[in-house]
């Protein structure tokens, strides 16, 4: 099962028509799919929307009454697929953008990287369409600003909100910490993501993206000097909590006591 996460708030001119895309997706690739929306308190007619798309799609939305922000609604979205799976290994979960940003048509590329062994694939963009100098270049410049807290190998674009990982990798990221998993917000929260799923994850893949800014109903609501000073706070918060080491793995010689005890 591909669980495909969207967070989502005040995107109606946008939402009906990206879930319609990618059931185009998945009906020219055949694999067993759901849709997670999350509804973040949206003020506009986003509910209204997605209402109908229930009944003729495998989608499933969730509404928060307040506005939680962007990492709580990637959490509870990512927590959710953890909860329906029952095959961890086998499954994964999508997470994008609900606003066009993100080509659904990528989506057959992120989950044939799974299905050969990764655990985590991010798409790491390259902007187009973008008219503010300064968000084209807090947006790839962005990531720097995590250099030295955030290390996901091999990966450079960890501001990304692009990636498939399998779930696996996901529920033992979350039992890993006491609390909440992502503790940071905006752009960080994605990398966060990555480094903390990435722990667990045999193999890390990227792959090429393009963000598409020009086809947004709306302003970004990225400013740029305040999300370049927010990844630069993140930091603060992400060492104060990092990432625990994985449990060792158990020993050839353990497993076979194991198996000689239970046989």
């Excluded at 999508?94 to 990528?106: E, G, R, S, V, W």
């Amino acid at each position: 099962m591909i669980y495909v996460c969207i967070p989502s708030h005040d995107e109606a001119p946008t939402i009906g028509l990206l879930l319609w895309k990618i059931r185009q997706v998945f009906a020219a690739f055949p694999r067993e799919y759901q849709l997670l929306v999350l509804d973040d308190a949206s003020v506009d007619t986003t509910g209204e929307v997605l209402e109908p798309y229930t009944r003729v799609l495998p989608l499933t939305v969730i509404r928060h009454p307040e506005r939680q922000g962007y990492a709580a609604s990637v959490e509870a979205l990512l927590r959710k697929a953890v909860d329906l799976t029952d095959r961890p290994k086998r499954d994964a979960a999508i997470l994008m953008h609900a606003d066009f940003t993100h080509n659904p048509q990528l989506i057959p590329d992120l989950v044939r990287r799974i299905e050969s062994g990764a655990d985590l694939v991010v798409a790491e963009g390259r902007i187009e369409g973008e008219a503010s100098r300064a968000h084209r270049l807090v947006r790839r410049h962005g990531p720097a600003l995590l250099r030295g807290i955030i290390s996901v190998p091999g990966v450079k674009d960890v501001v990304s909100g692009f990636a498939c990982v399998r779930l696996v990798a996901l529920r033992n990221a979350i039992r890993s910490q006491s609390g909440r998993l992502l503790v940071t917000d905006g752009w960080a929260a994605n990398a966060e993501l990555y480094w903390r799923a990435g722990r667990y994850a045999r193999r890390v893949e990227t792959v090429p993206s393009v963000e598409r800014h020009d086809l947004r109903s709306r302003p970004s609501r990225a400013r740029p000097w305040a999300t370049a000073t927010a990844l630069w706070a993140a930091r603060r918060t992400l060492r104060a909590s990092p990432v625990p080491p994985p449990p060792p793995e158990p020993s050839p010689r353990r497993e076979v006591e194991a198996e000689t005890v239970t046989s």
